[in-house]
């Protein structure tokens, strides 16, 4: 069975940065497209980021575009998101996605899905 698991969450201040990472495991993960969405109090899960095989496609929702940035290490497995500036707005529970074809920020389009970690932004 396919895992996916996203350690590194927690609480940060405004401004400041975090980076989420997620590690996969039974899957030829260097053929899967990549993504994270995020689901914060009270609202539907969004998508944040996507991210194709090979790492040279990446896609962003207008509200992160410019401080969030996807990456992916076939070699190690892993998908990473980097976030900066980070705003109030930003604190959700954040989940990363796979899905055996393109790259997609369509939720229904991802077959496989972590646990998910939780962000909270401070004011």
């Known amino acids: 069975q396919v895992q996916l698991v996203e350690p590194g969450g927690g609480l940060v201040q405004a401004g400041g940065s975090l980076r989420l990472s997620c590690a996969a495991s039974?899957?030829?993960?260097?053929?899967?497209?990549m993504a994270w969405f995020r689901r914060a109090p009270g609202k539907e899960r969004e998508f944040v980021a996507a991210i194709n095989w090979s790492g040279g496609n990446t896609y962003y929702a207008d509200s992160v575009k410019g401080r969030f940035t996807i990456s992916r290490d076939n070699a190690k497995i892993a998908m990473y998101l980097q976030m900066n500036s980070l705003k109030p707005e930003d604190t959700a529970i954040y989940y990363c996605?796979?899905?055996?074809?393109?790259?997609?920020?369509?939720?229904?389009?991802?077959?496989?899905w972590g646990q998910g970690t939780q962000v909270t932004v401070s004011s």
């Open positions: 039974r899957l030829i993960f260097s053929s899967y497209a």
């Open positions: 996605a796979a899905r055996s074809y393109g790259a997609s920020t369509t939720l229904e389009a991802y077959d496989y």
